[in-house]
């Protein structure tokens, strides 16, 4: 998620057991778990490779993301309880921290936390496990979108704009803010990969 190793590169057991420090068996039940959420993928004669990334699937994934963001904030604004309406905020506050910081990682797990907080407001389950399910892919499309130079202050200015119409409870505008934010993310994700294409 940080984007040490590229979508396409060849991850070796060997390789990540001196990375992590972890025993063999340890890293091959990781990466079973990391194939089932997309991360990587395991080829016939070819091994185990960080899973690449396709901009028609990216854009499709975006397209989804904006229709469930949307409900879920406008769920979030009749359902929140004070608390998970403070863990929204919180986060916000996280992530302009970590951009402070320039800590790739806190910025992402600051986001997570994010989209987290306004799924267990949303009290919709089909919804949340919709988007649970996507997990894998909507990280490593975060986690590509976030390298563009100055994408994540714009990110942050975004989520601000769905924070602050969520705490308005203006459920139309918080519903476009969620669209116009997959909109410009999915923008960015694309020119990244097909960037990231042309380097490979």
Known sequence: MEGRWAPGTRLTERALCDFTGASRSSVREAIQLLQQEGFIE??????VRVATLDAREAADIY?????LEGL????FI???TAIQRDALNQALQDLEQAIEKENIAAQLTSIEDFYNALLDGCYNSVLKSSLEELHGKI????????LSQGRIRN???EMRRIGQAIDANN?????????DHMRHTSAVAIRMI???????
């Open 42 to 47: 395991i080829r016939p004669n070819q091994g």
């Open 171 to 179: 459920e139309a505008e918080a519903w476009q803010a969620c669209v």
């Open 194 to 200: 097909d960037h990231l294409k042309e380097q490979r």
């Open 139 to 146: 990280s490593r499309l975060r986690a590509t979108s976030i």
């Open 78 to 80: 009749n359902m929140a």
């Open 72 to 75: 879920a904030a406008r769920n």
């Open 63 to 67: 397209q989804v993301r904006s229709v």
């Open 155 to 157: 990110t942050l200015k």
